[in-house]
């Protein structure tokens, strides 16, 4: 008997666990690719005044304040820590920018892959 009702019970509050086991649905961004041998400074156009760096060969993810709203892309100013050449690119929330080095300046590319 009483391990029916152990069962009953334990059965009755598994729902409620596996609920409170659910993610948070990710945090709409896009990232940064930095290709180039040079630190690259960032900044999007949209909310964010001073500008960020992404080092050199790294990766970032860039999350969308939720301030901000509902957005579908953002315009991405991005400049090279050596020259201070600049380029710019509208980047589609979940894509990649991709900074390169070109021939006397850098290059932005998006990847939607």
């Given amino acids: 008997m009483k391990s029916r009702l152990a069962?009953?019970?334990a059965l009755a509050f598994l729902p409620a666990a596996a609920v409170a086991q659910k993610e948070a649905p990710p945090k709409p961004g896009f990232h940064i690719i930095n290709e180039t041998?040079?630190?690259v400074y960032y900044r999007v156009k949209m909310w964010q005044g001073d500008f960020s760096?992404?080092?050199a060969g790294k990766e970032?993810?860039?999350?969308i304040p939720e301030?901000?709203?509902n957005l579908r892309s953002v315009q991405v100013e991005a400049r090279s820590g050596e020259q201070w050449d600049n380029c710019f690119a509208t980047?589609?929330?979940g894509a990649k920018l991709v900074?390169?080095?070109g021939r006397e300046r850098i290059n932005c590319r998006v990847d939607y892959r």
């Fill in 91 to 93: 980047v589609a929330i």
């Fill in 60 to 63: 970032l993810k860039v999350e």
């Fill in 7 to 9: 069962m009953a019970l």
């Fill in 67 to 69: 301030r901000v709203g």
């Fill in 37 to 39: 041998p040079a630190r």
């Fill in 53 to 55: 760096f992404v080092q």
């Fill in 99 to 101: 900074v390169t080095q």
